[in-house]
């Protein structure tokens, strides 16, 4: 037997998970950390002893995990960008016009309703700067709307394939949706007296339902 199959022994085998599962956490303390710190500060004021100082671990760990702030930056937007809002879209949807509720949290999830999304929201104009100016933050940039673009799509073609949605341009929709929801979440973060979450909310649907052939009002 090859020491590539030997059986770990359980003791061996415990102790690499708990060494396993200490390294994610702190991975993750230090991700969050990033994320408060550049949302508060902005990417260029940002150190590394910064985050070390917010996250609690040495600056020494802090390079361990992350050689340097360019890589930090790029890991805590993909991080947020998984994590933000997760427990609201997440929720189990009401069994009265599901895909449109789903839908609907789809929109708040891009929008600064909280503190969770106003952090997450300030990071992707951090990334917007930099893409212009950096290519890794391009192709980061590049795959992240990708993906919020797909997951928009999805959700309106489950809504299409249960009934619930008309046809429509999907792919357009799911450009509009990010247009809008970028643009109407610049006007409640900067504080608009014109633009509240809900306003926001009502103007953002009011042009997006009816190409969905929905009447129903934005779902709370």
């Known amino acids: 037997m090859s020491a590539a199959t030997r059986p770990v022994p359980a003791t061996a085998a415990g102790r690499r998970a708990s060494h396993e599962e200490r390294t994610e956490h702190t991975r993750r303390v230090i991700l969050l950390a990033a994320c408060e710190t550049i949302a508060e500060v902005g990417f260029e004021k940002v150190r590394m002893r910064m985050v070390a100082e917010r996250a609690g671990v040495s600056s020494a760990l802090l390079h361990y995990h992350f050689e340097n702030r360019e890589k930090l930056f790029l890991e805590a937007l993909t991080f947020s960008y998984e994590h933000a809002g997760v427990e609201g879209y997440a929720a189990e949807p009401p069994a009265e016009l599901p895909h449109t509720w789903r839908l609907g949290r789809v929109i708040d999830a891009c929008l600064p309703i909280d503190t969770e999304l106003r952090r997450d929201f ?21 795959d992240l709307y990708g993906n919020l673009r797909d997951w928009i799509a999805g959700v309106v073609r489950d809504g299409q394939a249960a009934g619930e949605f008309g046809p429509c341009d999907v792919g357009r ?16 973060l900067i504080g608009s007296s014109a633009t509240d979450v809900a306003d926001a909310r009502d103007q953002i649907w009011s042009l997006v339902a009816p190409q969905l052939g929905v009447t129903a009002p934005f779902p709370l």
């Open 173 to 188: 929709l799911a450009d509009l949706v990010i247009a809008l929801t970028n643009g109407y979440g610049t006007r409640i």
């Open 122 to 142: 300030l990071l992707w104009q951090e990334l917007h700067l930099r893409a212009v100016r950096d290519a890794d933050s391009l192709g980061v940039a590049r």
